[in-house]
């Protein structure tokens, strides 16, 4: 299966670059596709079926990856080299069919069909081993095959969104509705998660500093003072100045606090951007299938400022849920982020670089150091005096 779909890829992938060379090079004349004709024929309007168009194209790409599409668009733009290389192929292929054309008639043996068919049961596996790679393989084809189907709904969560705004069919604006509901409990269960997750990756940047620390130091303690630095050694030499310099920057709470405090800042402000964007969507969806009148830049203003205009949103049960759990998410990332995030980062942090200081400020370490640092510094050419 999958090699049928990497042949029908390559032949789709062909054909599109000999009909954009050709259409540019006047050869052939391509129309335009009458996107507004086909939407009329299944009951579309022009935007609705433009975003279900680019839903698939894109489900389409994705589902090969964006490194396959990225070669794909590098094949089309640079076909006519592909086109040379092509020919030269068929041309050598051409001239060893040839030779060996003439081989034969020249009276070379060819291989007995009895020994063909030994090698071939001898190479060929029995039926049994054959059959668990095929349950495997039908497994394997059946996940893909519902992870491709669901794809468009997992995925291009801003073409429902303007998908929900544009249409004016109630079972497309539902589907829409229902697909942003999908992607903002999933935004939600990704933001608790980030907590516990970066908490566990900082644990291992601390002690992967502080190994890394310690094997740079024992890398350069062995060695003489005379010694000439080769490239990697630089290079070593040249991490670990950084580290020192990123530790003395670092030396003082006050530092350390002003770090982290932003670096909460920005998570939470990117954070509370993409879920006031979707539950903006969401406040739209719920107003737009009850028939009552709330436009979508009154919804994002809303949805931006809920902790003081929670009394614009419409007197509707739905709507007010919604914009209650929004406040209610709004503070827990608020107390979350700002006092306990950041009260554990910034303790990590300043654990961190107090161990590290300790170590950079021991009498042989720094000596060490110096020397790495005379070592680095540009050596200045003696400029011989002139003679008069």
């Known amino acids: 299966m999958n090699s049928f779909l990497r042949g029908f890829r ?96 020249s009276g070379v ?19 049994q081993s054959t059959q668990p790679k095929l349950k495997a393989n039908a497994a394997t084809w059946c996940k893909k095959a519902i992870s491709a189907i669901l794809l468009p709904f997992r995925r291009f969560a801003l073409l429902w969104c303007l998908l929900l705004l544009l249409s004016s069919r109630t079972g497309l604006v539902w589907t829409a509705l229902v697909v942003i509901l999908f992607h903002l409990v999933k935004s939600l269960i990704r933001m608790a998660s980030l907590t516990f997750v970066s908490f566990t990756w900082l644990g291992k940047l601390e002690a992967f500093a502080k190994t890394r620390v310690e094997e740079l130091i024992a890398k350069f303690d062995v060695l003489p003072k005379d010694v000439e630095l080769t490239a990697d050694l630089k290079k070593s030499a040249g991490v670990l100045i950084a580290i020192r310099v990123g530790v003395q920057l670092l030396n003082s709470r006050r530092q350390i606090w002003i770090g982290a405090l932003a670096l909460s800042v920005c998570v939470l402000a990117v954070l509370y951007a993409n879920l006031a964007l979707l539950f903006s969507f969401v406040y739209f969806g719920l107003a737009k299938v009850q028939g009552i009148h709330f436009g979508w830049s009154d919804a994002l203003v809303a949805s931006f400022f809920i902790p003081i205009a929670y009394s614009d949103l419409p007197q509707n049960f739905w709507l007010k849920m919604c914009g209650g759990l929004e406040w209610l998410v709004f503070f827990a990332m608020t107390l979350g982020v700002v006092v306990t995030y950041f009260q554990k980062k910034f303790d990590s942090l300043y654990g961190l670089t107090s161990a590290l200081g300790s170590r950079f400020e021991d009498p042989q370490i720094n000596a060490k150091m110096n020397e790495l640092l005379e070592k680095l510094k540009p050596k200045q050419a003696v400029v011989p005096p002139q003679q008069t």
């Not at 068919?117 to 001898?122: G, P, R, S």
């Open 10 to 105: 390559k032949a789709v992938r062909f054909v599109t670059a000999l009909v954009f060379w050709g259409h540019a090079l006047f050869v052939l004349h391509v129309p335009v596709p009458p996107i507004t004709r086909w939407a009329a024929r299944v009951n579309l309007t022009l935007p609705e079926a433009s975003i279900i168009f680019s839903l698939a194209l894109l489900t389409t790409l994705y589902s090969g990856g964006l490194w396959r599409f990225a070669v794909d668009v590098g094949y089309i733009y640079v076909f006519p080299f592909v086109c040379v290389y092509l020919l030269a192929r068929l041309l050598f292929a051409l001239v060893r069919f040839i030779f060996r054309l003439f081989e034969r008639e």
């Open 109 to 127: 043996a060819e291989p007995l069909a009895a020994d063909n068919v030994i090698e071939a049961e001898l190479i060929a596996p029995s039926a």
